[in-house]
Nanobody, 125 residues
Framework: QVQLVESGGGSVQSGGSLRLSCAAS????????MGWFRQAPGKEREGVAG???????SYADLVQGRFTISRDNAKNTLYLQMSALSPEDTAMYYC???????????????????WGQGTQVTVSS
């Protein structure tokens, strides 16, 4: 059974940092496209960062230089290190897997079929 479980969200002040984790089970995360997405109230879900089976990473322009996606293959866990957070980063953050792709990953949430339950990140000014 495929499962993604996020953790690490919380409330921080502007300029702070958080690290999100996503524990995957039922499949080998390093073999597929994995991504972090976020959705703020009243807004569409958007891609934040992704990593492919080769370990290549990609980022949305808004988080480039502030967020880092990584994975621990031994733990089958995906991470998102977030720094220099601003109130605009406030959202529910989701981990997702596209088990139909490995090397070439899309930033479109519609390409991802497996999702975690999300973890809330709230940044206050």
């Amino acid at each position: 059974q495929v499962q993604l479980v996020e953790s690490g969200g919380g409330s921080v002040q502007s300029g702070g940092s958080l690290r999100l984790s996503c524990a995957a089970s039922g499949f080998t995360a390093s073999s597929y496209c994995m991504g972090w997405f976020r959705q703020a109230p009243g807004k569409e879900r958007e891609g934040v960062a992704g990593i492919n089976s080769r370990g290549s990473t990609s980022y949305a322009d808004l988080v480039q230089g502030r967020f880092t996606i990584s994975r621990d293959n031994a733990k089958n866990t995906l991470y998102l290190q977030m720094s220099a957070l601003s109130p605009e980063d406030t959202a529910m953050y989701y981990c997702a897997a596209d088990r139909e792709s490995g090397a070439y990953c899309s930033s479109d949430p519609r390409s991802y079929n497996d999702w975690g339950q999300g973890t809330q990140v709230t940044v206050s000014s």
